[in-house]
């Protein structure tokens, strides 16, 4: 049974930093897809950030280019979303997803194409 846990949500000031944890159990991690996806208040689901486990490539929305990282600690499968820089507009709930093995990881983060999912964790970023 494939389980996706986040942590590390919670509330700051505009300009603060949190880094969202995902860690994954009962699945294969090794050549999948992770992605972090956000959904706000009467908007629909985004992708924010995705990691092909095997090899490390990374993708970004345009929005968080150059203020989230996410990155990989293979030996306790979990993914993680560093965000620095963060705005009002980044508050949402966020979420972790995965592909099945050996799907790849396209560079178009699209929600619907993710077949697991973490329960979410608020992110609240104040002005």
């Known amino acids: 049974q494939v389980q996706l846990v986040e942590s590390g949500g919670g509330s700051v000031q505009t300009g603060g930093s949190l880094r969202l944890s995902c860690a994954a159990s009962?699945?294969?991690?090794?050549?999948?897809?992770m992605g972090w996806f956000r959904q706000a208040p009467e908007k629909e689901r985004e992708g924010v950030a995705a990691i092909y486990t095997d090899g490390g490539s990374t993708y970004y929305a345009d929005s968080v280019k150059g203020r989230f990282t996410i990155s990989q600690d293979n030996a306790k499968n979990t993914v993680y979303l560093q965000m620095n820089s963060l705005k009002p507009e980044d508050t949402a709930m966020y979420y972790c997803a995965a592909r099945s093995p050996w799907r790849g990881c396209p560079s178009n983060i699209t929600p619907a194409t993710y077949e697991y999912w973490g329960q979410g964790t608020q992110v609240t970023v104040s002005s």
């Open positions: 009962g699945y294969l991690y090794n050549r999948n897809c």
